[in-house]
């Protein structure tokens, strides 16, 4: 079996400058790295719902590079700043991407991630063609 490297173009210059894949799929599997809640010009979005929907849209657009879909995804690991001052907001944001048929799900807190102003990353794993109807 083969693996196969997944980086969007729009990720690309995050694959030159600090050596990692946005995902890595092997069969039917994909590993999506921690996603975070940047822009296209690599700023954090504003506040915790913010930063949550661009990091679930980037789940989104690398799992779709992948050949995969949101309801391939088996399991989310979620980062964040603050668990307790944020958990509410951060879990209607996940709603919106997984409304129904939820993935297995753990929330780790930490004490900081890549960039200072970053408050949550998510990074999940997929099985194509696994999504519930």
Do not use: C
């Not at 196969?4 to 210059?13: D, E, F, K, Q, V």
């Not at 780790?108 to 696994?130: C, F, H, K, Y």
Request: hydrophobic fraction near 45%.
């Amino acid at each position: 079996m083969s693996r196969t490297l997944i980086n969007p173009g729009s990720t690309r210059a995050m694959y030159d400058a600090f050596h990692f894949s946005q995902a890595t799929r092997v069969g039917d599997m994909v590993w999506v790295s921690g996603q975070v809640g940047i822009d296209a010009q690599m700023r954090p979005g504003k506040g915790l719902t913010e930063q949550a929907r661009l990091a679930f849209a980037g789940l989104k657009t690398v799992l779709e590079a992948a050949g995969a879909t949101l309801g391939d995804v088996v399991e989310l690991v979620t980062f964040h700043i603050d668990l307790r001052g944020g958990s509410r907001e951060f879990g209607a944001v996940k709603d919106e991407f997984f409304p129904n048929n939820y993935p297995a799900w753990t929330a780790v807190g930490v004490t900081q991630l890549a960039m200072p102003d970053l408050l949550v990353e998510i990074r999940a794993v997929a099985v194509i063609g696994s999504a519930l109807s």
